[in-house]
Every structure is written in C-alpha cells, then in structure tokens.
C-alpha cells in the first residue's frame, strides 16, 4: 500500500538592498513588499541563508532592549523583524537588520512557521 506524502511548502525570500524591497514566493502566492536595510555606517549581509530561529518577540541585548517583534533570525544576530518606523520603509534605515512593516513581517512570521526547513532567504546588493 502506497501512502501519498504531504507536498513540502516552499518560502523562497529575495531582498534587494539596491531597491529595498522583498520579495516572497509561497506555494499559495507572492508578496511583494518594502523594506529598511542597513544604513549608511552598518552592513546587511548578503547571500543565501535559511531562518535558524523564529521568536514571537525578542528584545535586542544589543540596541537598549529595541522590540523585535515577529523575529526570523538568519545569520548571527542579524534579522527579519517588524517596525513601528514605516515612515522609513523603501530606505536604509536599520542597524543591519531587514525591517518590515507589521502586518508584512506577521504574514511572512507565520509563512516561514509553517515550515522552516524549507525556507531561504537570499540578500542581494
């Protein structure tokens, strides 16, 4: 007897530092939205990483305890998370993380929860 296997879903994330917006491609759809990279004096880095921590909320030890709500951790201390900074969306404006808007950064929190495993997120120039 033959079981059929669950499709694995696929998150594929793409965001441009140049254009400061992020791209998500899911099984169910695509999302198109802006982002805030590193301002001028911080890096975001760049490459093809997948999420290693999801956090409802976490706090940074390192920026007097700044929310960071809806944190997708990918490489080191660096992050997707929200911001209540919208009006800087579409422009560097972070300490390296990649910032979203609320709303976006909950919709891609619960995208990347479904499954974790199968998600990458590519940081371009």
């Known amino acids: 007897m033959m079981f059929a296997t669950p499709a694995l879903a696929q998150t594929d994330i793409t965001i441009s530092k140049s254009q400061q917006m992020m791209q998500v491609d899911t099984d169910s759809g695509s999302y198109q939205w802006p982002v805030s990279t590193a301002r001028r004096g911080y890096v975001t880095p760049t490459g093809t990483f997948h999420p290693y921590s999801l956090q409802p909320m976490h706090y940074s030890r390192k920026y007097d305890n700044a929310p960071m709500p809806h944190s997708i951790f990918f490489s080191g201390g660096y992050a997707i998370h ?14 390296g993380c990649v910032r979203l808007s609320p709303s976006h950064a909950a919709t891609l929190y619960g995208l990347v929860k479904e499954d974790m495993d199968n998600t990458t997120i590519t940081i371009k120039d």
């Open 82 to 95: 929200a911001t209540p900074h919208v009006g800087s969306l579409g422009r560097p404006a972070s300490h």
